[in-house]
């Protein structure tokens, strides 16, 4: 099971990085204010089935949005690496990988059901 503390997260990653966001629009664009409505909210993935279609909907993100027309074309995803044909090592797929026989088994439930 993938278990991430999200109120660490929240304060650790993605408040600064929120803020560092924010500062570099707002001096780019000659503006000041919040970008985005409401505080970053977190929810825990507590089954692995939840872990799963997640990955999914992350991978297919850029097939949806017309961006490639195969999700390991998007050089800012990490499916390459999911399916063996990139070389980032700082990856930690285990959690997901894990989760499926091989990964053909993977590379399968990602590519199928793409809206």
């Known amino acids: 099971?993938?278990?991430?503390?999200?109120?660490?997260?929240?304060?650790?990653?993605?408040?600064?990085?929120?803020?560092?966001?924010?500062?570099?629009?707002?001096?780019?664009?000659?503006?000041?204010?919040?970008?985005?409505?409401?505080?970053?909210?977190?929810?825990?993935?507590?089954?692995?089935?939840?872990l799963m279609q997640i990955s999914r909907y992350i991978h297919q993100n850029p097939l949806k949005a017309g961006l490639v027309s195969k999700a390991q074309d998007w050089k800012y995803s990490s499916y390459s690496d999911y399916i063996g044909l990139g070389s980032n090592n700082f990856l930690h797929k285990e959690q997901i990988m894990d989760l499926f026989n091989d990964v053909k088994e993977y590379r399968k439930f990602v590519e199928e059901n793409v809206d």
Not at 16 to 37: A, C, D, W
Request: charged content about 20%; proline content about 4%; glycine content about 6%.
């Open 1 to 50: 099971m993938f278990i991430v503390n999200s109120e660490d997260f929240g304060k650790k990653v993605m408040m600064p990085f929120v803020t560092s966001y924010m500062k570099v629009i707002n001096h780019r664009e000659n503006r000041v204010g919040t970008l985005f409505q409401g505080q970053y909210q977190a929810l825990p993935i507590d089954m692995d089935e939840s």
